[in-house]
Each structure stands twice: as C-alpha cells, then as structure tokens.
C-alpha cells in the first residue's frame, strides 16, 4: 500500500469549504490549474468525482457531503499537532513534577519554591525525591522531572543542565571545638578526626587529594551518605565535617564553621532535565521559577546556563 499523500487533506478541506476551484486555489496560495490537478488527485485516490458541476458552479457529492466535517477536524488537529505550543498560564496548570535532590538543597530553597508555587499555581504539585546515586536513568525512563547536583563524570552527556548557584567548602564543628581556639592550619586540620559524606561510600576525595599535596593525611572516623546526617554527628561530638559553605547553610546555623586552611575547588549545583522536556512549557515555566526562587535566596546571583 502505497504512503497517502496527507497534503490532499488540506486540499479537500478548502475544496469542500469554499465550493470553488478558483477559492480554493486563492486560499491555499495556488494557481486554479495547481488545485485542478489536485482534484483530479483527490478524485483518483477517493475514487469519487467528489465536486460535480451544477451550472456555473461545483456542488458536492453524497460522499464528498459524508467527508466534510470529518475532514475539517482532521486538519483541525493536524494543525494543532503541528503549531509550536502556546505559553501556558500557571494560575490554571494542573501538574505534578518530581525533582530529586538533596537535602541540603530542599533545607536551603524548598520553603521558597513551595511558598512561590502556592501563590502562583496552586495546582502544581512538586514532590522532592531522595537521591542516593547520581545515575541518570530515571531522567531518562522519565520517572523524574528535574535532578539538582554537580556535574560530573557520571552525568549523561545528552543531560540539559541550568547553573543555580556557586559554593565552596567549609569545615564545621560544635561550639566550643579545640579547632575554634586559635588559626586553623592544615596540619591542625588533618589531626582532627572526621566524617566522609559519600553516597557511594569512596574513601577518599578531592579533601584528601588537597591534603596529600602538602603530605598531609586526615582521619576518617566514619563515612554517612549525605551532609544533614554528618552535621547531626557533629553536634553532638568532636568530629568534623566539611560541608558546602551555602548550599547546607540552613543545616549548620547552629554550628561553627571555619574556612579551610588549604585551596580546594568550588562546585557549581545545577539543574538537570532530559531533553525530551526541554521544550514543553510547563516544564520551562517551573525551571525559570526554580533559578529565579535560588537567585533570590541569601547565596543567589547571576549564574548562566551552561
């Protein structure tokens, strides 16, 4: 079976709808001789004469009768498949979007987010997920709407990604640390007894990377997935925890944080979306308020897409 030629649907319609070769033609920006040939097409392939002249005019067939306004919804639809999507108004958007993060990020940005999506769209819905891994699957089998972290070797290349904010690292300890008497050196630093945040349980880190190259090593007295559990251990010990400066500010407010005494890379957190949302309007609405709402916040600032 040979593929129809789908542009006959647009030429029927107007044929159908204006009664006259010479309209029709006009309307679709054709020559009268063009929409003839079309016509003999569309007689051919429906084989049915479909317009018969009735003095000066054409009138339609029982057939042709019995197609028009099946024909007119289906170019309805078609042009509706095919025209780019329209804006869409968040005070009327009825949607759930699920973002995983951590949970320095919802302690830092979520009462904001959720406060901003009450006021502007009530029907929204955000559910913030747990992210044990940084593995991309779940973007991908759409499982997930949005993914915050750092970008790294295990993010999928075919990932968009939104810059939110920049941070660094600090060491935070409890009131009263013997770290908080006096400056904080490397040497000091490393002698300390400390907590590895490491969702996939690595040893070892860009910490240790930092003090190896001033032959330094520290002691790990344990290892917790994520940076809200390492912090409640410091509260109530003499351990140490180095966490991002900003992004767990709302973790450590009660606790004192020290500038490490070593240079150590920052980190920008980003946004992570699968391309297949990249273009749909609620989902580039909710992105714009996320980067707007973590703009606002304490630690915000210009940051472009990357």
């Known amino acids: 079976m040979s593929t129809p030629d789908f542009n ?7 044929l ?15 020559s009268p001789s063009a929409m003839s040939r079309a ?24 057939r042709a009768l019995a197609l028009r306004e099946r024909v007119s ?23 759930t979007f699920r973002l995983r993060s951590s949970d320095g990020f919802v302690e830092a940005v979520g009462t904001a987010l959720l406060t901003r999506l009450a006021a502007e769209a009530p ?19 759409g499982e997930l709407d949005f993914e915050t972290g750092v970008i790294g070797t295990h993010t999928a290349p075919e990932l968009h990604t939104q810059a939110l904010f920049q941070d660094s690292f600090v060491a935070v300890v409890r009131p009263g640390h013997p770290l ?25 880190g860009p910490i240790d990377e930092a003090l190896a190259a001033l032959k330094l090593e520290r002691t790990i007295a344990t290892l917790v997935p994520g940076f809200a559990t390492a912090l409640a251990l ?33 980190i920008t957190l980003a946004l992570l979306w699968h391309p297949r949302l990249d273009a749909d309007p609620a989902h580039r609405w909710l992105r714009a308020l996320i980067r707007e709402t973590c703009a606002q916040a304490p630690y915000g600032g210009d940051i472009r897409d990357s």
């Not at 919804?73 to 949607?95: C, F, G, K, S, Y």
């Not at 002698?191 to 969702?199: T, Y």
């Not at 966490?243 to 070593?262: G, I, Y």
Request: proline content about 8%; aromatic content about 2%.
């Open 8 to 14: 006959l649907l647009l030429t029927l319609d107007a």
């Open 16 to 30: 159908l709808d204006e009664g006259s070769v010479a309209r029709a033609a006009r309307r679709l920006r054709l």
């Open 39 to 62: 016509l003999a097409r569309l007689r051919d392939t429906t084989g049915d004469p479909l317009l018969v002249r009735a003095g000066r005019g054409l009138v339609p067939t029982p």
């Open 73 to 95: 919804q289906l170019v309805q639809e078609a042009e509706a498949v095919l025209r780019p999507q329209q804006e869409i108004d968040p005070a009327h958007l009825v949607r």
């Open 123 to 141: 029907g929204v819905r955000l559910h913030f997920m747990a992210k044990p891994d940084k593995e991309s699957h779940l973007l991908r089998g």
């Open 180 to 204: 908080c008497e006096g400056p904080l050196t490397a040497a000091r630093y490393a002698a300390a007894r400390h907590i590895m945040v490491s969702r996939r349980s690595l040893e070892q």
């Open 234 to 266: 410091v509260r109530g010990s003499d351990l140490v925890a180095t966490v991002p400066a900003l992004h767990c500010a709302a973790l450590h407010a009660d606790l004192v944080t020290l500038p490490l005494p070593f240079p150590l890379p920052g």
